[in-house]
């Protein structure tokens, strides 16, 4: 976990790292005559299995090393003994969850011809994800040095590629005016945050944990629904691939 201030090599190659990050939302438009329509691209769901191998081979283990200052944390605690973890990663998924949710309910409720309400509400809670995983590029570096940094920024611009389109699939006109630029604004947000404020290794591990929840969520209800017509066949390639990847470092 971030145990020291960031030097100057540590600033340069997380800033680059976000800014990696940023651009993924401010060029993810471009890509949209390539990658968007029904059926689902194959790319999309490539990029989706590659998060998802990404949680399971390499964060979700992490969180099992995490459990130990959890507990630390919580020692005094009679209801919050074991799997703290794992219990910010569920939530985690169900804030996510209940965002999807109250999209679907609303798109039920609304005619062809109107634009689905909750914009800012999905910006809102997208902005502090993108500048949680903004924030914790220092700790991948401090922790698993480069290349646990290369890992983590490559799967979460895949991730952020996956969310981009589902943003512009929700919201087309919010998502390409607004939200694009607040989304890469808070990337870059979350690593300013990090080289002026640390928190404890605690903290740390229920952000990771948030994060971990969220990516699986948000993936999946992006590959699961039918009318998406998605690829499994891709998503099994991207997954088995960068499984690869991870296991071979």
Same mark, same amino acid.
Do not use: C, K
């Given at each position: 976990m971030l145990l020291t201030p960031p030097d100057p090599h540590e600033a340069l190659l997380t800033f680059v790292a976000a800014s990696l990050l940023a651009l993924v939302h401010i060029f993810a438009g471009h890509l949209r005559a390539h990658i968007?329509?029904? %059926? #689902?691209?194959? @790319? =999309?769901?490539? $990029?989706?299995?590659?998060?998802?191998?990404? !949680?399971?081979? +390499?964060? =979700?283990p992490e969180l099992?090393?995490?459990?130990?200052?959890? $507990? &630390?944390? +919580?020692?005094? *605690? &009679?209801w919050l003994q074991s799997d703290h973890a794992y219990l910010a990663a569920l939530i985690g998924l169900a804030v996510f969850y209940g965002l999807e949710r109250m999209t679907c309910v609303s798109r039920r409720k609304q005619t062809p011809d109107q %634009? =689905? %309400?909750?914009? @800012?509400?999905?910006?809102?809670?997208? !902005?502090?994800?993108?500048?949680?995983?903004?924030?914790? /590029? /220092?700790?991948?570096?401090?922790?698993? $040095?480069? $290349?646990? =940094?290369a890992i983590y920024t490559s799967a979460m611009m895949l991730h952020f590629l996956v969310n981009d389109y589902g943003l512009r699939h929700h919201f087309p006109r919010g998502q390409s005016?607004?939200? #694009? @630029?607040?989304?890469?604004? *808070?990337a870059l947000g979350g690593w300013t945050l990090s080289m002026l404020v640390q928190v404890n290794e605690a903290v740390l591990a229920v952000f990771l944990a948030f994060i971990a929840g969220a990516v699986i969520l948000n993936t999946l209800k992006e590959e699961l629904p039918a009318e998406r017509e998605s690829r499994f066949s891709a998503f099994l390639l991207g997954a088995f691939l960068y499984a690869l990847l991870l296991l071979s470092i």
């Open positions: 968007g329509g029904i %059926p #689902r691209s194959g @790319w =999309l769901s490539m $990029a989706s299995g590659a998060s998802v191998a990404y !949680v399971f081979l +390499f964060l =979700l099992a090393h995490s459990e130990a200052t959890l $507990a &630390n944390l +919580f020692n005094d *605690s &009679n %634009p =689905l %309400p909750g914009f @800012w509400v999905h910006i809102g809670l997208f !902005v502090l994800y993108n500048a949680l995983i903004g924030y914790l /590029l /220092l700790e991948q570096l401090q922790e698993e $040095a480069v $290349a646990g =940094l005016s607004y939200g #694009r @630029w607040l989304l890469a604004a *808070s």
